[in-house]
């Protein structure tokens, strides 16, 4: 039975499901570690938004209570995650728990509680390996002839009350710090060991991952809402650190699951792609468990996609709306066209690296073609944000969704890849909507390191957006926010500039369709479109709608490439 009362929140019923799962795996750990077969970890794979941090850490708790009915040592738990998330995973420990199961919980990071477990004087181990790999004379560490490290950290009963690893602490660092400092961190015998955003362990070349695999703890679990994020190779290193061997080594996941969907025919790619995902599913087992919001949460508000034109016609997962298909025209339009023409000649000419080149040129002017001229822009008042707006085809579409959003007094996210797009955007909307727009992106800070910096960081960001009563707007990256963030006070997601790969822009979008929401969630996908021929935007979309995301299968399609789009517009 879990002890459901340490909890200061009612568990959903896919939540318990969740915990009992995680608990039996953890339960089954300590009992298989003499059999061959030993369980060492396991996939959490829930969709985006179901409560995988509230889930693993009654988990925590339950491993916690069976060490004590044993009179065994609780030892120090790990979690690694992405820097934006730091804060989320201590506030959550702060809001799950009537009274915390841990003795403290410590932030392993620059500005927070790194500095007093740093060992004076010796360099990160990652820099001293770096220093020494040309003398390694190319040998594996573990090796005769493998360099010297000395521990960064204090760790380790030596170490006296300096030591990181206290029984019954929370220790939670970045993946950066994990390759920082991996022999430390490998020093320590954790209790449970769970990375959050695991696919940051996703390519197994990477130190990172290596240091990941090479944690010693009594079990690990991985945490992701997206287990194949560009490829097969993602899941297969995913499942690799959680339970070695379970699929056994590439070449064998090469020829059983990769090479049947490139051998497909190119109409039978999908349903190929579906029933290998059916029978990879069956391959991992118990060793991962994978729901998805329709299915577990049916009292969630419905969620509609809205498009400037549809390539589907029978998808009803999205409607047309004709505003949001506009022509450029003007500066727009003429800027556009000459990009096309100056790319035939050049063509002509023989000329390397210009398709390439052409088509970052047409990804900005489709935006605005300021992102081209790079001219500098004075908003003094309204007439000049309106027709700034005027000039790009695509600002147009996004006014009008955007006065309607405010008709409803509702609140909207601008996912834009572009820096300058965003600082432009922000000017002009700040006018016309009378609002202090606030831009996350990499160079928002994640972490703050004194309380005044609070509102200056994502989270702060994201409370100041939804404290406002009615009608706000954000602007965010969706490579930047495309993860671990919530933001249930907006119900409204307009994707300015898509992302190419499939499975980070459904990141970004369940920034807000996730536990929590109240409201109908609107997504809508804004045109540029080109009065003659297909444009950018229709060529990204074309490619975008027929690599679908199955979500059930496991199998996620691969990100557009640069090449595709430059065959269909430069064909």
Same mark, same amino acid.
């Given at each position: 039975e879990i002890d459901w009362d340490v909890s200061s929140r009612t568990p959903y019923p896919h939540q318990k499901?969740?915990?009992?799962?995680?608990?039996?795996?953890?339960?089954?750990?300590?009992?298989?570690?003499?059999?061959?077969?030993?369980?060492?970890?396991?996939?959490?794979?829930?969709?985006m938004g179901l409560g995988k941090t509230y889930m693993s850490l009654i988990a925590i708790n339950e491993y916690y209570r069976r060490l004590s009915e044993q009179d065994k040592t609780l030892k120090p738990i790990l979690v690694i995650a992405p820097l934006s998330l730091l804060e989320n995973w201590k506030d959550e420990v702060e809001t799950t728990f009537k009274s915390s199961p841990f003795s403290d919980v410590q932030i392993l990071q620059s500005g927070k509680d790194l500095h007093k477990f740093r060992v004076e004087g010796v360099q990160r181990e990652s820099v001293q390996l770096n220093a020494q790999q040309p003398l390694n004379d190319g040998k594996e560490l573990g090796s005769d002839h493998a360099p010297e490290i000395r521990f960064a950290l204090h760790v380790g009963k030596e170490?006296?009350?300096?030591?990181?690893?206290?029984?019954?602490?929370?220790?939670?660092?970045?993946?950066?710090?994990?390759?920082?400092?991996?022999?430390?961190?490998?020093?320590?015998?954790?209790?449970?060991?769970?990375?959050?955003?695991?696919?940051?362990?996703?390519?197994?070349?990477?130190?990172?991952?290596?240091?990941?695999?090479?944690?010693?703890?009594?079990?690990?679990?991985?945490?992701?809402?997206?287990p194949v994020e560009n490829s097969l190779a993602d899941f297969w290193c995913l499942m690799d650190t959680a339970q070695p061997g379970l699929l056994g080594e590439w070449p064998v996941v090469l020829e059983n699951w990769v090479s049947p969907i490139v051998r497909a025919k190119a109409e039978e790619k999908e349903a190929t792609r579906f029933e290998v995902g059916e029978r990879l599913r069956k391959a991992v087992g118990n060793f991962m468990l994978r729901r998805t919001k329709e299915e577990e949460l049916p009292g969630l508000p419905t969620k509609r996609s809205y498009v400037g034109i549809k390539f589907i016609q029978n998808d009803t997962s999205v409607e047309q709306l004709d505003y949001?298909?506009?022509?450029?025209?003007?500066?727009?339009?003429?800027?556009?066209?000459?990009?096309?023409?100056?790319?035939?000649?050049?063509?002509?000419?023989?000329?390397?690296?210009?398709?390439?080149?052409?088509?970052?040129?047409?990804? $900005? %002017?489709?935006?605005?073609?300021?992102?081209?001229?790079?001219?500098? &822009?004075? @908003?003094? *008042?309204?007439?000049?944000? #309106?027709?700034?707006?005027?000039?790009?085809?695509?600002?147009?579409?996004?006014?009008?969704?955007?006065?309607?959003?405010?008709?409803?007094?509702?609140?909207?996210?601008?996912?834009?890849?572009?820096?300058?797009?965003?600082?432009?955007?922000?000017?002009?909307?700040?006018?016309?909507f009378g609002l202090n727009i606030n831009i996350i992106n990499g160079d928002t800070k994640t972490v703050a390191s004194a309380r005044n910096e609070e509102s200056s960081t994502r989270k702060g960001m994201i409370e100041e957006f939804e404290a406002?009563?009615?009608? $706000? %707007?954000?602007?965010?990256?969706?490579?930047?926010?495309?993860?671990? &963030?919530? @933001?249930? *006070?907006?119900?409204?997601? #307009?994707?300015?500039?898509?992302?190419?790969?499939?499975?980070?822009?459904?990141?970004?979008?369940?920034?807000?369709?996730?536990?929590?929401q109240k409201k109908d969630v609107c997504i809508y996908y804004p045109f540029s479109l080109h009065p003659n021929k297909q444009s950018f935007d229709e060529h990204l979309?074309?490619?975008?709608?027929?690599?679908?995301?199955?979500?059930?299968?496991?199998?996620?399609?691969?990100?557009?490439?640069?090449?595709?789009?430059a065959n269909g517009i430069f064909a």
């Open positions: 499901v969740g915990v009992e799962w995680a608990v039996g795996l953890i339960n089954q750990a300590s009992q298989s570690l003499e059999d061959p077969v030993r369980v060492q970890g396991a996939l959490l794979a829930d969709d170490a006296g009350p300096k030591r990181l690893d206290m029984p019954k602490r929370l220790v939670i660092a970045t993946y950066d710090t994990l390759r920082s400092y991996q022999f430390s961190l490998c020093k320590v015998d954790w209790g449970l060991v769970l990375f959050d955003e695991a696919q940051n362990v996703k390519n197994p070349n990477t130190l990172q991952t290596r240091a990941a695999k090479a944690l010693k703890a009594d079990f690990k679990l991985l945490i992701t809402g997206t949001l298909a506009q022509h450029m025209k003007d500066e727009q339009l003429s800027a556009y066209d000459g990009i096309l023409e100056n790319y035939q000649k050049q063509k002509l000419a023989e000329e390397k690296g210009i398709a390439l080149s052409a088509l970052a040129n047409l990804r $900005n %002017i489709r935006l605005h073609d300021n992102l081209v001229t790079k001219q500098t &822009l004075q @908003i003094s *008042g309204k007439s000049q944000s #309106i027709n700034f707006i005027d000039k790009s085809a695509k600002l147009t579409a996004l006014k009008i969704v955007l006065d309607e959003i405010k008709n409803k007094d509702e609140k909207a996210i601008i996912f834009v890849i572009s820096k300058r797009m965003q600082l432009l955007l922000k000017q002009v909307l700040d006018v016309l406002k009563q009615g009608f $706000n %707007i954000i602007i965010m990256s969706p490579i930047a926010a495309g993860v671990g &963030l919530t @933001i249930v *006070g907006a119900n409204h997601v #307009i994707h300015l500039e898509r992302h190419w790969n499939p499975a980070k822009e459904a990141q970004a979008t369940d920034r807000v369709y996730r536990i929590g979309a074309l490619l975008l709608s027929r690599k679908q995301l199955l979500k059930e299968a496991v199998i996620t399609t691969e990100p557009v490439k640069e090449s595709e789009i």
